[in-house]
Nanobody, 125 residues
Framework: QVQLVESGGGLVQAGGSLRLSCAAS????????MGWFRRAPGKEREFVAA????????YYADSVKGRFTISRDSAKATVYLQMNSLKPEDTAVYYC??????????????????WGQGTQVTVSS
């Protein structure tokens, strides 16, 4: 069992930055592959970024590529999402997720076994 707790959301103006954190606890949490997803009002949940357990491989949605960076600190069992050049269309609830045997990245939400409670990100124009 893995528990995930996100933090770092908030209100920011367009062009600004935020850093989200996802603290994982539980057995072998540091060996899990991690992902960030988001759900905007009235829309389906969508993939944002993913990272392997080692941190050696990352993958991004086209909509955030070049603006967002996913990273992890295995010693702290924490994953980060650095979000720069934020746009109003980035407004959503952001969720982190974990999957066992995370040696490859995946955008498929059904492959993730554990989810955090979400943190709201609001970007004003």
């Amino acid at each position: 069992q893995v528990q995930l707790v996100e933090s770092g959301g908030g209100l920011v103006q367009a062009g600004g930055s935020l850093r989200l954190s996802c603290a994982a606890s539980g057995r072998a949490a540091s060996t899990y592959g991690m992902g960030w997803f988001r759900r905007a009002p009235g829309k389906e949940r969508e993939f944002v970024a993913a990272i392997t357990w080692s941190g050696g491989n990352t993958y991004y949605a086209d909509s955030v590529k070049g603006r967002f960076t996913i990273s992890r600190d295995s010693a702290k069992a924490t994953v980060y999402l650095q979000m720069n050049s934020l746009k109003p269309e980035d407004t959503a609830v952001y969720y982190c997720a974990a999957r066992p045997l995370g040696v490859v990245v995946t955008t498929d939400s059904s492959q993730y076994d554990y989810w955090g409670q979400g943190t709201q990100v609001t970007v004003s124009s």
